[in-house]
């Protein structure tokens, strides 16, 4: 079982930055970020493979950018210029093994004031 903290999210105004960050009980294989707005599916922002590389959904990167601290099973999520349309419930997610993430933080709104 793994067991996951997000948190860093709130209120924000339209060009401002947000630092998200999201900690497991217990070293994975990756963690993954994903959002989901009221009334919308949840979309995947990033992974962040433990021991490789990270991936950013393309319409993000030039805004979004992932890091991670591996002694502390830490990631975070650094947002930038944020927008509106960003305004989201942040989750995290994790898996021990590739496939389906079976464990998910507990998520944290981000809310992008025009």
């Known amino acids: 079982q793994v067991q996951l903290v997000n948190s860093g999210g709130g209120l924000v105004q339209a060009g401002g930055s947000l630092r998200l960050s999201c900690t497991t009980s217990r070293s994975i294989f990756s963690m993954a970020w994903y959002r989901q707005a009221s009334g919308k599916p949840r979309e995947w922002i990033a992974t962040v493979i433990t021991r490789g590389s990270t991936n950013i959904a393309a319409y993000l990167k030039d805004r979004f950018t992932v890091s991670r601290d591996n002694t502390n099973n830490t990631i975070f999520l650094q947002m930038n210029s944020l927008k509106p349309e960003d305004t989201a419930v942040y989750y995290c997610?994790?898996?021990?093994?590739?496939?389906?993430?079976?464990?998910w933080g507990q998520g944290t709104q981000v809310t992008v004031s025009s």
């Open positions: 997610a994790a898996q021990l093994v590739p496939g389906p993430y079976p464990y």
